[in-house]
């Protein structure tokens, strides 16, 4: 296997011969010095290029990086519609397992990069494009303090879709049912992520997917969360539902008290009757 240096040494040099690519940037949990490094990271690299088309007309120059074992190309598929304008990715696991996540950048597009995420470290810039005091920080990736409309927002959200969890047990239709426990806990994982962040004035990443959040819950508040992961089966399902609800509504009314927001807890009171939910 490669190392590090050897993978980002031929990055820069593939950048440095072709003309297209002007600037070449690292972002991810490779900058980032509050993530423990390990084998599994991906090398998240921007080539910023002066002209998108031309550059992925014919892929073939990728070659250079070594051999792949998959490749995917998001923005060329037809099982998830393109979503990304004046970017394409490349997704790459090489042969001795190096794994690097490319996005081609149109140079048009540079300043909404810069402004979007701060975990940025400049490994190439042949034209002065980039600004020369940039350190990669966490800075846009903390959690964000909630607001009375999205505090809302979270509430309606999680029991609104709890009806359908109940529908689809009662209906014995499973996969219907867990899909949306899923939704219900993405609800949940969101308000324990305000309820967390406010300990540290929101000055906290979390990561993608909620990854590191475990790492700051109290050891029977995670344990709590965990059961609500339940296998496809009814009685299993239906538990973790209430779990889930008894861990949100605790959340939700923590949430409310640090950040100042209205919430009444008795509005989904009905709602609580309609699943069945009894405390």
Not at 225 to 235: G, V
Request: contains cysteine; negative net charge; charged residues 25%.
């Amino acid at each position: 296997m490669r190392t590090e240096n050897e993978i980002i040494r031929l990055i820069i040099n593939i950048a440095e011969k072709n003309e297209n690519i002007k600037a070449v940037c690292m972002n991810g949990s490779k900058v980032n010095k509050n993530v423990k490094k390990d084998k599994y990271q991906d090398l998240d690299i921007v080539y910023i290029v002066e002209n998108l088309d031309e550059v992925t007309a014919d892929l073939e120059w990728i070659n250079k990086f070594g051999n792949r074992i998959i490749t995917q190309y998001p923005e060329a598929q037809d099982l998830y519609p393109p979503k990304l304008n004046g970017q394409f990715p490349i997704l790459m696991l090489l042969d001795d397992y190096n794994r690097i996540d490319l996005t081609l950048l149109s140079k048009s597009k540079l300043s909404e990069y810069i402004e979007e995420d701060s975990l940025m470290e400049i490994l190439l810039d042949k034209d002065g494009m980039l600004p020369n005091n940039t350190t990669a920080s966490e800075i846009s990736h903390w959690i964000n303090q909630p607001y009375q409309k999205i505090y809302d927002e979270c509430i309606n959200e999680f029991y609104w879709i709890t009806t359908y969890v109940f529908k689809g047990l009662k209906r014995n239709e499973l996969l219907y049912s867990i899909e949306h426990l899923n939704i219900c806990r993405e609800m949940l994982l969101k308000m324990l992520s305000w309820q967390e962040g406010y300990k540290f004035n929101f000055q906290i990443n979390f990561g993608k997917c909620y990854k590191y959040l475990p790492n700051y819950l109290a050891p029977m508040k995670y344990k709590k969360l965990i059961s609500t992961y339940p296998h496809l089966n009814k009685n299993e399902i239906q538990n973790s539902l209430y779990k889930l609800v008894e861990m949100f509504d605790d959340a939700t009314l923590t949430v409310s008290k640090y950040c100042g927001l209205y919430y009444e807890m008795n509005c989904y009171i009905e709602v609580k009757k309609f699943i069945g939910y009894k405390k």
